[in-house]
């Protein structure tokens, strides 16, 4: 094992290796103490069996002279007995009693403090006849005893504090290898992406401060947070960015779009234009022709009928005006109108555009109300909405044509509403129905221009449309400014 290029101990730059060493070598202290108390104890315990065994021993062993001799009343041979008992390091004093007299040798400077051991003495001179001779009292001393226990426990703990180092130094070199240099490592790689890439939030004296009064944890730990304060900027920020690049896109292809539509406009205006002069000379002839049947007829009814197409050719005409004004090839002007008496003349065609399943009411509140608009294309918004509630009732129904005089934003206004029992416009088409060539119905049956026409009259009369759809129908709310006062001017 390789320490040399490794500072893990004391020494380490490294505060959280210091700490470490730190807590390994109080921790390997207590252990060492733990293990040695629990050794001494078991040591003392054994110590002590074996001293009394040892003592026990000797004194079986001199037993049988030491009854000999007392029997004898040898008290020469009982003193160099006791003499050889308090030899021994543990004996304090040795000493034989009984009725008569007492023996007794005492080892100088060891005192009786541990325990007294007493061995009865007697004389066997027939099986039945036992004499008793004295007690044999052997004193033992701990202080030889705790002398050698004191030292045992002192080299015990020495061993068991350099073993459990050894083995401490081997853990921190280990965790300082494979814990704190790839930590390091990570440190050094989210500080430089920090600095180089992303938003340093602490920098100069005050980083270099905090980072030496932290470890590599506690730094780590720190500049993970910052890592992840400035992925979710640089996220967010993104974020922001794509939502941008895609609200750019989608203004884009809206502005292509209305390019395209433009250009399909201009195209469609073109054609139209030149099919509308030759339509409006077809219609002349057509009214031309009613003339001369007027000359020539004389029956009431056929009369009627002559007059119906005179009416119908002159609606013909005005839209034609309409197309050209839009072309700009003509100029079409607006005038003064009732809308109600405009829509009771216009019931009856009405009527012909819806069919006979669908009953028409048109109502006022009867206020009196002028508006300023061009009447042909007044007439063909109010048909076209009629007609798109017809679709919305195959199997029929009733539509509602309601006119009063309004209030908005303190300012007056006509209001003209157009009410069906259809099945309603989904909410996910209501915003897109007002485009140019948007439509729902089946090729051939609609151009997907009568609702783009009514916004545009809306519009150029300085008015306001309101839609209201549900299960139970759709209404179209046409506010018109209310001219009345024109009217009071004229009049005057």
Known sequence: MNFGNNKILIFSNSLLVREVVLFAFIVSAMISVVFSAFNSYNYYKESQVEIVKEV?????????????????????????????????????????????????????????????????????????NIKNLGTLKISLSKSKFFSELSSKIVLGFIQNLAR???????IVWLFNKKIISPVRKIQSM????????????????????????????????RDIQLLQENFKTAFELQKKSEEERVEIEIQLEKERQKIVLSQRLETIGQITSQVAHDFGNLIMIINGKTKILDKRLSDPEDLKQTEAIRKATSRAHSLIKKILSMTRTQKIEAVLMDPYNSLVDLHDLLKISIGGDILLNIETDGSENMVLVEASTFENVIINLCVNARDAMPCGGEIGIAVKSVVRNNQDFVSISIKDTGVGIPEDIQLKIFDPFFTTKSVGKGTGLGLSQVQDFIKSVGGSLELNSGCNGTCFTLFLPNKLPFKTIIAA
């Open 56 to 128: 026990t021993i000797i004194e079986n062993a001199m037993e049988h002279q030491l009854e000999i001799s007392m029997w004898g009343m040898d008290k020469e041979t009982i003193q160099d007995l006791l003499k050889v008992l308090v030899k021994n390091p543990n004996v304090a004093e040795a000493s034989i009693t009984n009725a008569d007299f007492k023996y007794s040798d005492e080892y100088s400077g060891l005192p009786k403090d541990w325990t007294t051991l007493e061995f009865p003495l007697s004389y066997t001179k027939m099986p039945n």
């Open 164 to 170: 459990f180092l050894i083995v401490t130094v081997c």
């Open 190 to 221: 989210t500080n430089e992406f920090n600095e180089k890439h992303l938003i340093p939030i602490l920098g100069g004296e005050l980083t270099k401060a905090e980072k030496s009064t932290k470890s590599e944890i506690d730094t780590l730990y």
